[in-house]
């Protein structure tokens, strides 16, 4: 089963709209064509140009609906500034201004259900995303540290999942300390349940195996272990292992002898931002890996921040996979 069959069957019968705010992007106007064919995905795409409704017609009940040209001109738009005004104290003059950039008008259809969820980077910085979700969406109640996570569809892996594997965190927490690098495990191996019926099975990365090298930034990985048994958390973990030994079983016996996940892992957490972009980029870069998101958390509604070297094929399965996710329901 691909990736579009198994986010399709883990989603549900139910079309969700997605809305993509940098619609000038050729490639964002041909993946809401590739969407719309599919049944799953409702595509709102700002700033579209005009003739990409008709082309979205055949697979649409109502295409108008589903494609905003000049979201500044968009009559949403002012009560959007309302709302945005109210929530953040600033003058309504001022939160016109805002709520008419592509990024925060999509931002804020998500945050009052006019949009499942949204999917943009392609043309923006992460940072300019991650505000943008922050101010208008809000973080989801009780979410200990946002965070993100990629799914890597990896040519030639041959695991549990077939060739995919999620990698975190690519794009939010520089130096998570102990506590936060055990609030990410646990945020994406929830997310990955969610999004694809996986059972998570989660290694916590280092240069040391198990006791294998003595550093600061070894003692993290293994805190955050620690953190995980005290919280009883009821997913499989193993740390601090190196990435051989997480992902090959004749590795993982040597060096892990007894491991839940040794070898087996699914979900790969790293220490730092530095370890998690530079590997899921040397990944891509070598085997040709398709990257979906990375998918942003800890927010309450769902969120994608694409690499702006995304492909056709990056932003289907990324949308496709951002409509699996549930929706929080709680803004704190």
Not at 203 to 214: E, I, K, P, W
Not at 247 to 257: P, W
Request: proline content about 7%.
């Amino acid at each position: 089963m691909d990736l579009v069959e198994r986010a399709r069957a883990q989603g549900g019968s139910v079309p969700r709209s997605i809305v993509f705010p940098e619609g000038t992007d050729p490639t964002i106007q041909e993946a809401a064509v590739a969407l719309a064919k599919t049944g799953r995905v409702r595509p709102i795409v700002l700033d579209a140009p005009a003739g990409l409704a008709g082309r979205l017609a055949p697979y649409l009940p109502d295409p108008e609906a589903c494609t905003v040209a000049d979201c500044s001109n968009d009559p949403r738009c002012r009560r959007y500034a309302e709302l945005y005004a109210a929530r953040h104290d600033i003058p309504q003059e001022a939160a016109e201004i805002i709520a008419r950039r592509p990024l925060y008008f999509a931002a804020m259809m998500v945050a009052e259900g006019d949009a499942h969820g949204m999917v943009a980077g392609i043309l923006s910085a992460t940072e300019d995303v991650i505000v943008a979700t922050h101010l208008a969406i809000g973080r989801e109640h009780g979410a200990a540290v946002p965070c993100s996570f990629y799914l890597l569809d990896i040519p030639g892996r041959e695991g549990d999942e077939g060739q995919l594997l999620a990698f975190t965190d690519p794009a939010m927490n520089p130096r998570p300390d102990a506590s936060e690098l055990a609030d990410i495990a646990t945020a994406v191996a929830a997310a990955v349940e969610a999004m694809l019926g996986w059972t998570p099975r989660v290694a916590l990365l280092s240069f040391s195996t198990h006791g294998s090298a003595d550093d600061p930034a070894v003692d993290v990985v293994r805190d955050a272990c620690d953190e995980l048994r005290t919280r009883g958390v009821t997913f499989a973990f193993d740390g601090e292992m190196q990435a051989d030994a997480a992902l090959d079983e004749r590795v993982a016996r040597r060096k892990l002898g007894d491991s839940p996940v040794g070898g087996d892992a699914n979900i790969l957490v790293c220490p730092n931002l530095d370890a998690a972009n530079i590997g899921a980029k040397l990944i891509q870069h070598f085997t040709g890996a398709t990257a979906y998101g990375p998918f942003l958390l800890g927010f309450a509604a769902p969120v994608s921040d694409l690499s702006r070297s995304a492909t056709l094929d990056d932003v289907v399965g990324t949308a496709l996979l951002v409509a699996s996710l549930p929706l929080s329901g709680h803004r704190s």
